[in-house]
């Protein structure tokens, strides 16, 4: 059973005097060389066996020439490794953005509430950790992602990489993918938040390459064209006007499968007909479609079938007399990057 290691967190915690930060692999870790090492000394070496830890202490084991004094981290951010968040394959960062790539907002101090998330895994003493330091528009945040392990004088980071992800309500999970494995990032995305109608959830998919995070594109099934980032909204609904005017809704629902680790997407489209003028008669059935849309790891991407969405709105709402509106009651699909697949 997941828990969350943030209900034990004390403020006091470590000093850094005490925390060495080993940035290289060293020999003390139980079990493979960990990309960094985090050790501390003397009594505070209890502290850490026992798991409790504030989040500054985690920012300097995961950030690389983070200032705990000013609770700041030197730009370009850089995780322990001393990797930038920014992959350096320009083709692959012009489709993870998209046409719309996110607006940055002004730096600022780094916060323990809402720039650190930690959520405990199956595996005895490991945690996923994900330190926030670069916001956007629109709810976006980046930062480097790790699984985290725990040894008798400290901690060791066994996977590390960036993440750009909603962070509302956020939800990390691992999940296996063929013979590695994928982060599965569920968040919240609202218009309003007072207003729980206007929010949506999507997912992100960010796979396990060796022991590195690499957040790849989203490819078609030829692995050619470009589709985007690999973050999906769980719902949608969008409508068009008709010539005799009804109006025809679009509605689209996604769910995932990670069974025996072949990832696999679901997607339903219902098409229905309704009179505007006649709310109290039901909506009549135009057509219904499903299609599972297997995930699978290459070099360049994540390669997918085709998806519905785009389709069937071009076969089926091209008769609109006025442009597509989408529905208030769903936020639009991915709001820093392209439209739906």
């Not at 320009?90 to 046409?99: Q, T």
């Not at 470009?226 to 025809?248: I, K």
Request: proline fraction near 7%; charge should be negative; glycine fraction near 8%.
């Amino acid at each position: 059973m997941r828990r969350d290691l943030r209900l034990n967190m004390r403020w006091g915690g470590l000093s850094l005097t005490s925390l060495l930060a080993l940035f290289a692999c060293g020999p003390k870790a139980v079990g493979p060389m960990p990309i960094c090492l985090a050790e501390v000394a003397g009594e505070e070496a209890e502290e850490v066996s026992s798991q409790d830890v504030p989040p500054e202490v985690w920012f300097s084991v995961i950030l690389k020439n983070f200032n705990r004094r000013e609770m700041t981290v030197k730009r370009p951010t850089k995780d322990c490794s001393g990797r930038t968040l920014v992959a350096e394959d320009e083709e692959m960062v012009l489709c993870l953005d998209g046409d719309n790539p996110p607006v940055p907002l002004e730096g600022r101090v780094l916060d323990a509430e809402e720039d650190f998330t930690i959520t405990a895994l199956d595996e005895a003493g490991q945690a996923l950790v994900w330190v926030r330091t670069d916001h956007f528009e629109g709810g976006l945040s980046e930062g480097p992602v790790a699984i985290t392990e725990w040894t008798k004088r400290g901690i060791a980071v066994r996977t590390i990489g960036p993440l750009q992800a909603h962070t509302d309500r956020v939800r990390m999970h691992l999940e296996p993918m063929g013979s590695e494995r994928v982060l599965v990032v569920e968040s919240r995305i609202c218009k309003d938040p007072e207003k729980p109608k206007t929010c949506g959830k999507q997912t992100r998919l960010v796979p396990v390459v060796g022991e590195r995070f690499v957040q790849l594109p989203l490819l078609d099934k030829d692995g050619v064209t470009c589709l985007g980032p690999a973050a999906f909204d769980q719902l949608q609904t969008t409508e068009v006007s008709l010539p005799d005017g009804r109006t025809r809704k679009f509605s689209l629902t996604r769910s995932f499968d990670y069974t025996d680790g072949n990832v696999v997407l679901s997607e339903e489209v219902k098409i229905e007909d309704y009179d505007p003028e006649n709310p109290d008669l039901p909506a009549t059935l135009f057509r219904k479609a499903q299609v599972q849309r297997e995930m699978k790891v290459v070099e360049r991407g994540l390669v997918t079938s085709e998806g519905l969405w785009d389709r069937l709105l071009q076969e089926h709402g091209s008769v609109a007399l006025a442009q597509p509106k989408t529905d208030a009651a769903e936020p639009a699909n991915n709001e820093a990057g392209p439209p739906a697949k």
